[in-house]
């Protein structure tokens, strides 16, 4: 099964499309009341400086990680930042008469909640964001109206020719190597790392009668959907292809060591007791450039974008009053 650290809090801390651009350019003065920065009159307060931190230490909590004071010092410039600079652009967006439309917000609500396990797993990580689902669609109006921005005014100008692309895929050969993939099945008794020898062996049993089954040529999906404790036996066990590090090892060296068609022995691994069946493989090889040819002007574009957005902040910035103040 893959190892992969399931961080969906991180989706929605990284909601904000835009990184921040540039640097504030305002002489700091003391903290004014609860304000900590005015973008044409309009304030960023302490209590959304203070929100945004709490929700990127909220991410780094989950994943594990932790800051020094300097790396929060830094992490609060970041963000003050990146508020202004969305302010700044957010009210570009309206006075260039930008609108998004309901039915635009609730299908981006759609294609987020997709990316959950479930509707409680969604509800939950808003809840730890400290976010109802009504200021998440606020955010998401705001986020898409600069978007929009974005697209007219930097985004639609760039073009990138096949030239640029194919001398990218020419001078970066290591990007599209491609490691040997081999696409398996499995059917899954799930056994709890702290069970008892005796919940151990019942398990292996009934693992042993299924490869009986499978034995006496049974099909291999039709047990995996019947038995399978991995949610991939909706899809007869199908885990797709991967590819060497994505897979706890001895349900890797067990899958690699499969030719296409073979099934394995009973795997023992953190999970469980699995049977593994190999259905496809891939050997390394190099992506060839017709097929990556869209990926690289996608990137290529996006560097591009990035870029000039950096100008083109810069450019509203010497329009602007702005004025940011310290602690």
């Given at each position: 099964m893959k190892q992969v650290n399931m961080l969906w809090i991180a989706l929605l801390?990284?909601?904000?499309?835009?990184?921040?651009?540039?640097?504030?350019?305002?002489?700091?003065?003391?903290?004014?009341d609860d304000k900590v920065a005015m973008v044409?009159?309009?304030?960023?307060?302490?209590?959304?400086?203070?929100?945004?931190?709490?929700?990127?230490?909220?991410?780094?909590?989950m994943s594990g990680r932790t800051m020094n004071p300097e790396q929060q010092s830094g992490l609060k410039k970041m963000i003050l930042e990146n508020l202004v600079n969305r302010e700044l652009l957010s009210q570009e967006s309206a006075k260039s008469g930008i609108k998004v439309s309901d039915a635009e917000v609730n299908d981006q609500i759609a294609a987020l909640k997709q990316k959950f396990p479930s509707a409680n797993q969604f509800n939950d990580t808003l809840g730890q964001l400290k976010l109802t689902e009504a200021d998440l669609k606020n955010q998401?109006?705001?986020?898409?109206?600069?978007?929009?921005?974005?697209d007219k005014e930097v985004a639609n100008k760039i073009t990138i020719s096949q030239d640029e692309a194919k001398s990218f895929y020419d001078s970066h050969p290591d990007l599209f190597n491609t490691p040997e993939q081999v696409r398996a099945s499995h059917i899954l008794i799930k056994v709890d790392s702290k069970a008892s020898p005796e919940e151990k062996?019942?398990?292996?049993?009934?693992?042993e009668e299924i490869q009986k089954k499978i034995k006496n040529g049974e099909d291999f999906a039709s047990l995996a959907k019947q038995y399978s404790g991995c949610p991939s036996s909706a899809n007869g066990g199908d885990l797709d292809f991967f590819e060497k590090g994505q897979m706890v090892a001895p349900f890797e060296k067990a899958a690699f060591a499969?030719?296409?068609?073979?099934?394995?022995?009973?795997?023992e691994t953190e999970f469980g007791y699995h049977i593994i069946k190999v259905t496809d493989r891939k050997d390394a090889g190099v992506m060839p450039f017709e097929q990556m040819k869209d990926k690289i002007e996608q990137?290529?574009?996006?560097?591009?974008?990035?870029?000039?957005?950096?100008?083109?902040?810069?450019q509203l910035k010497t329009k602007s009053k702005i004025e940011t103040f310290t602690e």
């Open positions: 801390v990284s909601l904000v499309f835009l990184p921040a651009y540039g640097v504030v350019q305002a002489k700091e003065k003391p903290v004014k044409n009159g309009s304030a960023i307060t302490k209590a959304q400086l203070d929100t945004e931190m709490g929700r990127y230490e909220q991410q780094m909590s998401l109006n705001r986020d898409l109206a600069i978007k929009k921005l974005i062996n019942k398990a292996h049993q009934k693992m499969l030719k296409k068609g073979e099934v394995s022995d009973i795997v990137r290529l574009k996006q560097e591009k974008v990035n870029q000039q957005m950096s100008q083109y902040i810069d």
